[in-house]
């Protein structure tokens, strides 16, 4: 891959990678609350979610790179700079990638927490048993989120761009590629009978 396209992809895609942690975070949180109420604490503590606790430094981490990159691409479009001003995949299409992975990191996380955590019940009764298919509406709620985020930072970016003269598109220069000057010619100089010039007139007939 060339380091260009590696560099775009680091810069620009960071924020969007990087919201999607939080975001599995808020759909596990969600689950708990709306399937046990004020006993979420207690239970998340009970089933071996206590380590969640000391992941929170690293979602705020995750969270202020998402608003640095959205500063930064800001700065770009203050300074007339346009991106796309959207995305090739439709906010349905985006709704629904973002829902998709957000259940898929939803279960592979309980699924490993059925492996190693004290107290997880395994299998898929730790999944989507005791009030886990919670995960799926709440999945849906927080990918359209999501995606609303995903579109609408990238609209506003391109009109702040298009205000501040951003609007039209470069234009390429144009070569202009001029006619070779032809080579000198060397005409050959005539006799002076022969063009008309002589010095003096013919001979009067009698």
Do not use: K, N
């Not at 895609?13 to 942690?21: E, K, N």
């Not at 975001?23 to 004020?38: C, D, E, K, P």
């Not at 959205?70 to 990638?97: D, I």
């Not at 309980?110 to 190693?116: K, T």
Request: glycine letters at 14%.
């Amino acid at each position: 891959m060339p380091v260009g396209r590696v560099r775009r992809f680091g810069l620009r895609g960071l924020g969007q990678v990087a919201l999607l942690p939080p975001a599995a975070m808020l759909v596990h949180q969600l689950r708990f609350m709306l399937a046990f109420g004020s006993g979420a604490g207690f239970e998340l503590q009970r089933t071996g979610h206590s380590y969640l606790h000391s992941l929170v430094p690293w979602v705020v981490l995750l969270l202020a790179l998402v608003a640095g990159g959205f500063l930064r691409g800001l700065g770009r479009a203050l300074a007339g700079q346009r991106s796309l001003p959207r995305y090739t995949l439709s906010l349905a299409g985006l709704w629904l990638v973002c829902s998709v992975a957000l259940v898929a990191i939803y279960v592979c996380q309980e699924f490993l927490e059925g492996l190693f955590a004290t107290g997880h019940p395994a299998g898929l009764a730790g999944i989507f048993g005791f009030g886990g298919w919670w995960s799926i509406p709440v999945a849906v709620c927080v990918g359209l989120v999501l995606a609303a985020w995903f579109h609408g930072a990238r609209w506003v970016l391109d009109a702040v761009a298009r205000r501040r003269g951003g609007g039209a598109l470069p234009r390429l220069p144009v070569r202009i590629v001029s006619a070779r000057r032809p080579s000198d010619v060397l005409v050959p100089a005539l006799a002076p009978l022969a063009d008309g010039w002589s010095g003096r007139g013919p001979p009067v007939s009698r």
